[in-house]
């Protein structure tokens, strides 16, 4: 079993930056694909980010590339989203996952049904 929890959401104004962090328990997390999903009211989880076990590599969902940054502490078992120059779009409840499967395209990890384990989410709101 792995417990997730997101914490970092807030209120901001389009433009500006938050830094979401995903604390994790449990089984050893190094083992574990970490992702960052995204669901806005009325609409389907969507993919965000996706990170390996190490962080050697990361996939990005086309909306967010070149604005938010995944990365991962093993040591603190912490997985983190940088997001800057926020959008009104990018108002979400914004959940952190715990996987096993990695592909070179991208396609598995933005698979919801891929993922064993899933926090709670974390508000993020951004004004216009």
């Known amino acids: 079993q792995v417990q997730l929890v997101e914490s970092g959401g807030g209120l901001v104004q389009a433009g500006g930056s938050l830094r979401l962090f995903c604390a994790a328990s449990?089984?050893?997390?190094?083992?574990?694909?970490m992702s960052w999903f995204r669901q806005a009211p009325g609409k389907e989880r969507e993919f965000v980010a996706a990170i390996t076990w190490v962080g050697t590599a990361t996939h990005y969902a086309d909306s967010v590339k070149g604005r938010f940054t995944i990365s991962r502490d093993n040591a603190k078992n912490t997985v983190y989203l940088q997001m800057n120059s926020l959008k009104p779009d990018d108002t979400a409840v914004y959940y952190c996952?715990?996987?096993?499967?990695?592909?070179?395209?991208?396609?598995?990890?933005?698979?919801?049904?891929?993922?064993?384990?899933w926090g709670q989410g974390t508000q993020v709101t951004v004004s216009s």
């Open positions: 996952a715990a996987g096993t499967s990695w592909d070179i395209s991208g396609k598995v990890v933005a698979d919801v049904e891929k993922y064993d384990y």
């Open positions: 449990g089984r050893a997390f190094s083992s574990y694909v």
